[in-house]
T-cell receptor, first 115, second 109 residues
Framework: DVKVTQSSRYLVKRTGEKVFLECVQDMDHENMFWYRQDPGLGLRLIYFSYDVKMKEKGDIPEGYSVSREKKERFSLILESASTNQTSMYLC??????????????FGPGTRLLVL | KQEVTQIPAALSVPEGENLVLNCSFTDSAIYNLQWFRQDPGKGLTSLLLIQSSQREQTSGRLNASLDKSSGRSTLYIAASQPGDSATYLCAVDGQNFVFGPGTRLSVLP
């Protein structure tokens, strides 16, 4: 079974802090994704990566950056957290090829609260 | 810009009923459509992926159909069970990857 893990289930940070959300997958998947999920807005793609050190912006990349130094790990970075970044963050991975044409496997999510 | 809608927003049915969830999208130029389920407070589980060249996919009691020309997909759940209670989301892959808002399903014992 594919396993996607996220470093924290719940996180509380203060405005202006630098925040790292970590995601690890154990199935040698090429593609990895970061989404945020908000009531009334649904899931929105922040960034995705189709290879080590490669990244592509999604629909809402502003205020975020990502890092993929190793194939199994994809980090989402909030350079200076703001209250409007309070959300549920979901990581996903998929096998390879074109990024969205394979089944995506999701982690359990990180619920981030920025005070 | 692709827009994805799902009807109904919420549905409550007695155990054993067959039911249909609907997903509509505005841009028919898609590569594929996926159905997911999400349990409260948890991540998403992929249920079915239909490539644009396919008309339907089946997995156990689930059957998903795709009609690209009309911009519609349906998820059919046969003989519903309380364990099917969850939010069901569709997502389309076209110029970008867009999720629908979901249908919250409750199956009552």
């Amino acid at each position: 079974d594919v396993k996607v893990t996220q470093s924290s289930r719940y996180l509380v940070k203060r405005t202006g802090e630098k925040v790292f959300l970590e995601c690890v997958q154990d199935m040698d998947h090429e593609n990895m994704f970061w989404y945020r999920q908000d009531p009334g807005l649904g899931l929105r793609l922040i960034y995705f990566s189709y290879d080590v050190k490669m990244k592509e912006k999604g629909d809402i990349p502003e205020g975020y950056s990502v890092s993929r130094e190793k194939k199994e790990r994809f980090s989402l970075i909030l350079e200076s957290a703001s209250t409007n970044q309070t959300s549920m963050y979901l990581c996903a991975s998929s096998l390879g090829g074109l990024a969205f044409q394979e089944t995506q496997y999701f982690g359990p999510g990180t619920r981030l609260l920025v005070l | 810009k692709q827009e994805v809608t799902q009807i109904p927003a919420a549905l409550s049915v007695p155990e054993g009923e067959n039911l249909v969830l609907n997903c509509s999208f505005t841009d028919s130029a898609i590569y594929n459509l996926q159905w997911f389920r999400q349990d409260p407070g948890k991540g998403l589980t992929s249920l079915l992926l239909i490539q644009s060249s396919q008309r339907e996919q089946t997995s156990g009691r689930l059957n998903a159909s795709l009609d690209k020309s009309s911009g519609r997909s349906t998820l059919y759940i046969a003989a519903s069970q309380p364990g099917d209670s969850a939010t069901y989301l569709c997502a389309v892959d076209g110029q970008n990857f867009v999720f629908g808002p979901g249908t919250r399903l409750s199956v009552l014992p």
